[in-house]
Every structure is written in structure tokens, then in C-alpha cells.
Nanobody, 126 residues
């Protein structure tokens, strides 16, 4: 299994941008689909975005579509989440997630995650 370490969180004003990074250990990163989830206080962890291991297909929650972009650099074992036009409701702890290639479902549910990062806080002020 891969180990994941997120970075890039912080405090930003509404309308601003942040880029989250997730560095993965191991030599099999390219065979993992990668994703981002978030959890706000008192709420369940929810899907944000994912990128597949095979074709690099991307998937987004409706709430972030058009504002967030997920990408990956297999040479650096890193996945990114570019977040633009941030809103106060985007405030949450953001978690990086990995899914083994053996799974046949899109990575858009906490049930389908094989490895989690420790999370990074994103706070958007109004």
C-alpha cells in the first residue's frame, strides 16, 4: 500500500485559490487511482475529485465542478488539487486517497479507498 502525505492547505479569502499536493511513497503510484475527499466539522467525509490510474480520467463532485482541477505527475508520485474561486463552504479538512488498480469502480466513495493521508486544513474566510 502507498503512504500519502498532503500539503498546501491554509487560510484564504473567498474567491482565492490554493493548490493541494499529495506525495505518495512506493514505486507503484502509477497503478493507483487517486482522489481527494473533504470533511467539514459535524459532517461526513465527502468525495471531491478523482483521477484514474489508467487513462487519467477525471471525476468531480458537482459542488466543485468548474472550480477545482485534479491532476497527477507519476514521475513525482504526486497528485494535485488546484482550487479556484474558493467559497466559505469549501472549508474542511482535505484528505488524499488512493485506490488500487484492482478495483473496478470509480473512486468516488469512502468505501472504495485503500489508503488515506492524514489530511490538511483548508479554511476559506468570507
Amino acid at each position: 500500500q502507498v503512504q500519502l502525505v498532503e500539503s498546501g492547505g491554509g487560510l484564504v479569502q473567498a474567491g482565492g485559490s490554493l493548490r493541494l499536493s499529495c506525495a505518495a511513497s512506493g514505486r507503484t503510484f502509477s497503478s493507483y487511482s487517486m482522489g481527494w475527499f473533504r470533511q467539514a466539522p459535524g459532517k461526513e467525509r465527502e468525495f471531491v475529485a478523482a483521477i484514474s490510474w489508467s487513462r487519467g480520467s477525471t471525476y468531480y463532485a458537482d459542488s466543485v465542478k468548474g472550480r477545482f482541477t485534479i491532476s497527477r505527475d507519476n514521475a513525482k508520485n504526486t497528485v494535485y488539487l488546484q482550487m479556484n474561486s474558493l467559497k466559505p463552504e469549501d472549508t474542511a479538512v482535505y484528505y488524499c486517497a488512493a485506490q488500487k488498480w484492482t478495483r473496478t469502480v470509480v473512486l468516488n466513495s469512502v468505501r472504495d479507498v485503500d489508503s488515506w493521508g492524514q489530511g490538511t486544513q483548508v479554511t476559506v474566510s468570507s
